[in-house]
């Protein structure tokens, strides 16, 4: 497992208590070069 790997296994078993068979969703903030954001989305990451 590289350091990475266990970096973001101790995030989610340790900080945020996920345990083995739990799922979990991650969103993301970031506008991707393919996006064309709505007026309200523009306005948040203004």
Not at 23 to 38: K, Y
Request: hydrophobic share 45%; net charge negative.
């Amino acid at each position: 497992m590289s350091t990475l790997d266990k970096a973001f296994a101790s995030l989610f078993e340790v900080n945020m208590g996920i345990k083995a068979g739990e799922r979990v969703v991650v969103f993301s903030d970031t506008v991707r070069p393919d996006e064309i954001p709505s007026v309200s989305d523009a306005d948040r990451h203004a």
